[in-house]
């Protein structure tokens, strides 16, 4: 089973500022995708970034992909009320022809109006 | 689009009772589905993988005989817990794989199962 990191697991900040979430490997990823849940729903998909050093965007959140592939971060800027939720991690890695996701243990922010 | 449905949304059954958690891909098919288990506040454990025409894999520490899960068709993954505890009250989490899904294998999820055990 692959090891992955996710920090930090809490964040609590108000609203404006800028905060960054770390997903860490001591393996290289095939892929790894972001995702954010609500409570009581299920995980919706942010983006998923394959190449190493890849920068995806999305609105005011910003993906990086590590040159290695063995991490990633998510960088909120003017962070909202609405940005509420728990960020998830997952990672994928080549394992005998499947792909099997194992996720972060997860970052629940909490954005203060 | 790629839309998983979960049914029921939210169960409440007796200590000693079956339950089963429908999983649907409602405009794709998925030869693979996923069935995860959440607590409050904390990630996605996954229980199982589950193939299409096949026996599910499971994740060591679950119990295969009392996480039943069945993947019949393209389309539909089933998840009975049986006779169920209050232990097994959580929220499970289901996804569901695109075939063919492409060099990314995402995976779309379902809005969940909360089960409460009495």
């Known amino acids: 089973t692959q090891l992955l990191e996710q920090s930090p697991q809490f964040l609590s900040i108000q609203e404006g500022e800028n905060l960054t979430v770390y997903c860490n490997s001591s393996?290289?990823?095939?892929?790894l995708q972001w995702y954010r849940q609500e409570p009581g729903e299920g995980p919706v998909l942010l983006v998923t970034?394959?190449?190493?050093?890849e920068v995806k965007k999305l609105k005011r959140l910003t993906f990086q992909f590590g040159d290695a592939r063995k991490d990633s971060s998510l960088h909120i800027t003017a962070a909202q009320p609405g940005d509420t939720g728990l960020y998830l991690c997952?990672?994928?890695?080549?394992?005998?022809?499947?792909?099997?996701?194992?996720f972060g243990r997860g970052t629940s922010l909490i954005v203060h109006p | 689009g790629a839309v998983v449905s979960q049914h029921p949304s939210w169960v409440i059954c007796k200590s000693g009772t079956s339950v089963k958690i429908e999983c649907r891909s409602l405009d794709f098919q998925a030869t693979t589905m996923f069935w995860y288990r959440q607590f409050p506040k904390q990630s996605l454990m996954l229980m199982a993988t589950?193939?299409?025409?096949?026996?599910?894999?499971?994740e060591q520490g679950v119990e295969k005989d009392k996480f039943l899960i069945n993947h019949a068709s393209l389309t539909l993954s089933t998840l009975t817990v049986t006779s169920a505890h209050p232990e097994d009250s959580s929220f499970y989490i289901c996804?569901?794989?695109?075939?063919?899904?492409?060099?990314?294998?995402?995976?779309?999820f379902g809005p969940g199962t909360r089960l409460t055990v009495t």
């Open positions: 996804s569901a794989r695109k075939f063919p899904s492409g060099p990314t294998y995402e995976q779309y």
């Open positions: 393996s290289v990823f095939s892929s």
């Open positions: 970034v394959v190449t190493g050093g």
């Open positions: 997952a990672g994928l890695w080549a394992s005998g022809g499947s792909y099997i996701p194992t």
């Open positions: 589950s193939n299409e025409g096949s026996k599910a894999t499971y």
